[in-house]
């Protein structure tokens, strides 16, 4: 059986397709350019592939169980149907979903994954949570014309003091573990020379997405079980705050603006715990 923190991983891929889709909805005017069907439907075979691999630690394929499971679970069946006649390969007999608007797709799919975490409770770690979010770090970077140099500069004016070099002849310099399934070809004698960095991201969003990131590679490789849990109430104080110019799209803080009504609203939401 797999390390419940490797299950939590692709649990959390599958998560992060349908958070590819929430940015998608909520952008698509600024990707109309890009192929967006083509980079739907290539969310949602990577959403299904996430899934079965949860399911099929749960559910061994050719198992009496599985069969049993699909065919009293309308839910689960439906999802390794998707990922054997759509996803693995191309049946000619599948037969498509028809959804009338992408975000009754998104609907369909976290209903979905919500019943696998449910499913699959004994090969998850509890402490695991499914915090749903409109980002995607490719796609986002693409809509704000981000470049390299351009993130280092707003990386640069979000956090001033930040240490990018250390020179420092007798530091001890470490190998960033960037998945945990490199993780499994490092020899055993070389693993303690391997470190998780936590990553604050380009905006809030992506922050929460390379935080739990960062815990279940720490959780894997430490045997630890922390977690990152997003603060919905939180985060609406955020939105309403960057809406009235509190924060830019990167989160970093704008001068308070002029107009005194706009003041007392931000004021209002500062001092309301």
């Known amino acids: 059986m797999k390390n419940k923190w490797e299950n939590a991983r692709y649990l ?11 940015f998608i909805s909520d952008n698509i005017e600024k990707l109309q350019n ?3 069907r083509n980079k739907i439907n290539e969310t949602q075979r990577d959403f299904y592939l996430n899934c079965c691999i949860v ?3 749960q559910l061994p394929p050719k198992t009496n169980k599985k069969k049993e499971l699909c065919e009293r679970d309308e839910i689960i069946n439906r999802i390794y149907y ?12 599948y037969c498509r979903r028809e959804y009338s608007s992408l975000d009754e797709m998104i609907e369909d799919m976290k209903k979905e994954l919500l019943h696998v975490k449910d499913i699959c409770s004994n090969c998850i770690p509890d402490a695991e949570t499914l915090d749903f979010v409109s980002h995607d770090k490719e796609l986002f970077r693409f809509v704000h014309h981000i470049t390299p140099e351009v993130e ?3 990386l640069e004016k979000k956090h001033p ?3 990018k070099s250390l020179n420092d002849e007798n530091a001890k310099i470490y190998s960033v573990l960037n998945d945990i ?9 070389k693993r303690k020379e391997y470190i998780v960095v936590i990553s604050n991201g380009i905006c809030f969003f992506e922050g929460i997405q390379e935080r739990q990131d960062a815990c279940i590679k720490m959780n894997y ?12 109430k939180e985060f609406e104080k955020i939105k309403e705050l960057t809406r009235l110019g509190a924060f830019d799209e990167y989160g970093i803080i704008q001068e308070l603006p002029k107009d005194p009504i706009i003041q007392k609203r931000i004021f209002n939401i500062l001092n309301n715990p």
């Open 12 to 22: 959390i891929d599958a998560k992060k397709c349908i958070d590819r889709l929430l």
């Open 34 to 36: 890009i192929g967006l």
């Open 55 to 57: 399911l099929d630690e």
């Open 82 to 93: 998707e990922r054997d006649k759509n996803t693995a390969h191309k049946d000619n007999q």
């Open 152 to 154: 280092e500069k707003i």
């Open 161 to 163: 003091f930040r240490i």
């Open 181 to 189: 399934e490199d993780y499994k070809y490092i020899p055993e004698e």
């Open 221 to 232: 490789i430490y045997d630890e079980n922390i977690w990152c849990e997003f603060d919905y």
